[in-house]
């Protein structure tokens, strides 16, 4: 079974549900929060590692085995989701697009986004080798814009070889899930997804009929026509959106902070408020725009190893015209 994913933190994730010995290798980790700030004690600590501990290996007691090799997990974490996209293949458009939506990571160079594309580029050779060879494919996707993307451009990609002799089965991600402990737990991304839950998650696959395959190829040569500069899921629909899609939900966390205000934290409330499916990335060259605008202006800098966004930012004199604005 060929797996199909489109986020390297999901790749990540499985690959460490298909190791051998996973519940004896498996690793947790820690936060403990003390009201009124007081330091855990080492006893607190062990304590705490030790439940952490227990839980994870009676996650992987309860766990359902996703059957199948490490080297059957083919990723395309290229961002669909942005830029333009009327190129054929993994070329200069992905790249210019990924750059500009990883700009604000110091990390991330040219020759990394580069080396990320022929990674992509070498993958899906291979992938439509073994596909054409006959092997069955599933492929995990969401609402997220990136994978709705993703899985309508591999569409694309499958299309010359036909679709009546595939055998393509969808994992669609759940919008939530209750835990044993009554806990409930909401979804935006496969790389939420702990190791311990994939076999499970696999039960829920369906297999996609011909129709369904052609009807994604038509979508995306649809967006691919329309070429804007954002692709978003609404009301279940893909569809092509403005880049400003997404900035009044920014505005209203920036109108709800003081006249100076770390930017991160900004970025981390829109993120987590209204799970919108988007990265932090996006919503930090929105900021940007903003800044270029003249709504905001930055106090201070970022260390230079770290995202443009760990600095101060004020607001500017018309962010309060342009608040009454966006409620007219």
Excluded at 44 to 66: C, G, M, S, T
Excluded at 98 to 114: A, F, G
Excluded at 231 to 258: C, H, M, W
Excluded at 294 to 321: D, F, H, M, W
Aim: hydrophobic residues 40%.
């Amino acid at each position: 079974m060929l797996e199909v994913l489109f986020s390297e933190n999901a790749k990540r994730s499985m690959a460490i549900s298909m190791g051998k010995n996973t519940c004896a290798c498996a690793t947790s980790s820690v936060i403990i929060t003390n009201i009124g700030g007081k330091k855990p004690t080492k006893k607190e600590i062990r304590a705490a590692q030790k439940e952490a501990e227990e839980r994870e290996k009676r996650n992987w007691q309860d766990a359902v085995p996703l059957k199948g090799d490490r080297r059957d997990i083919f990723c395309f974490p290229l961002l669909l989701s942005v830029g333009e996209i009327c190129e054929d293949g993994i070329g200069e458009q992905r790249k210019k697009a990924m750059l500009q939506l990883l700009r604000t990571d110091p990390h991330i160079s040219e020759k990394e986004v580069e080396k990320w594309l022929e990674t992509s580029r070498k993958n899906l050779a291979q992938f439509l080798e073994r596909m054409a060879g006959g092997e069955p494919v599933r492929i995990w996707s969401s609402a997220n814009p990136d994978d709705a993307c993703g899985i309508c451009w591999l569409m694309e990609q499958i299309r010359p070889m036909g679709f009546e002799t595939c055998d393509i089965t969808l994992v669609k991600l759940p919008e939530f899930e209750e835990r044993a402990d009554g806990v409930v737990q909401r979804y935006t991304s496969w790389g939420e997804i702990e190791p311990h839950q994939w076999g499970r998650m696999a039960l829920s696959g369906k297999r996609l009929p011909a129709f369904l395959l052609r009807a994604m190829v038509d979508r995306w040569k649809m967006l691919q026509a329309e070429n804007a500069p954002l692709r978003a899921v609404i009301n279940g629909q893909l569809v092509s959106a403005p880049d400003t899609l997404y900035d009044d939900f920014i505005k209203r966390e920036i109108f709800a902070q003081a006249k100076e205000f770390m930017q991160a934290e900004v970025i981390g409330r829109v993120l987590g408020k209204y799970q919108l499916g988007i990265g932090d990335s996006w919503v930090a060259l929105r900021m940007e725009q903003m800044i270029q605008n003249g709504i905001l202006e930055p106090v201070t800098q970022a260390a230079s190893k770290e995202p443009i966004y760990r600095r101060i930012l004020r607001k500017c004199k018309n962010e309060q015209n342009d608040k009454n604005k966006s409620r007219a």
